[in-house]
């Protein structure tokens, strides 16, 4: 991940970023206004663009929710500290990540490789080494990167793809939210962090919060989620 797109008004910011960035092995553009900064982002030329909420004439969501409509490259949203609902907002219309400002950049650059990671290949630690599952009516490759219900393509963000694979490769065991969000999201879970509860709720509404009569994806309280097996209904 080497071409990166800074989409934020704030000057001062964007020249600090690629000042850092750049001896970290990463080619920074930086955008101010945000009409300019979403044709720069439909553009396919960026592996990342880290986008921030508050900008001029744009939020960061209208263009988030622009660019959802053709393009899965992944977004890292920049957001108020304290400002909850702007995390989960993004979340659900696709970000795959969010960072607090002000920021250490050090975090940027760890939160920059884990959605690398993501975006190129399943953790290899995984009990299992498979690149292709298969269960109910899904079929999710590792190797094309696609999602298939029957044969339909479902257009998942690299977060999504990253949760359905652990979830769908540790079927009918409970895993708790401490460890998809250490295994997905590649950092421990932080008090108060509903990250992995919107990327659940977003497959939910992909793929069907029931299949064969059953909960697909089911809600242990206080632990975590179950992607369910036919044997458990009932």
Do not use: W
């Amino acid at each position: 991940m080497k071409q990166i797109l800074v989409i934020d008004d704030d000057k001062e910011l964007c020249e600090l970023l690629s000042e850092f960035l750049g001896p970290e092995g990463f080619i920074v553009e930086t955008v101010h206004k945000p009409h300019r900064g979403l044709l720069r982002a439909l553009s396919g030329e960026h592996q990342l663009v880290v986008l921030d909420v508050m900008l001029p004439g744009m939020t960061g969501f209208e263009l988030l929710r622009s660019l959802r409509k053709s393009s899965r490259v992944p977004v890292l949203m920049l957001t108020a500290r304290g400002e909850d609902i702007d995390r989960i907002i993004g979340l659900e219309m696709g970000a795959d990540d969010y960072l607090p400002k002000p920021f250490n950049p050090r975090e940027l650059v760890a939160r920059i490789h884990a959605i690398g990671r993501r975006a190129g290949t399943v953790d290899q630690s995984s009990d299992s080494s498979l690149s292709r599952i298969e269960l109910d009516d899904i079929v999710i490759d590792q190797a094309s990167r696609t999602v298939k219900q029957g044969r339909t393509d479902i257009k998942v963000t690299a977060v999504e793809f990253a949760l359905l694979y652990e979830l769908l490769n540790k079927a009918g065991r409970v895993m708790s939210r401490e460890e998809l969000t250490k295994k997905v999201l590649g950092r421990e879970l932080e008090i108060f962090d509903r990250s992995i509860d919107v990327h659940v709720s977003s497959l939910r509404k992909k793929l069907g919060h029931k299949i064969a009569e059953r909960e697909r994806i089911k809600t242990i309280r206080s632990v975590g989620y179950l992607y369910t097996l036919a044997q458990e209904e009932g």
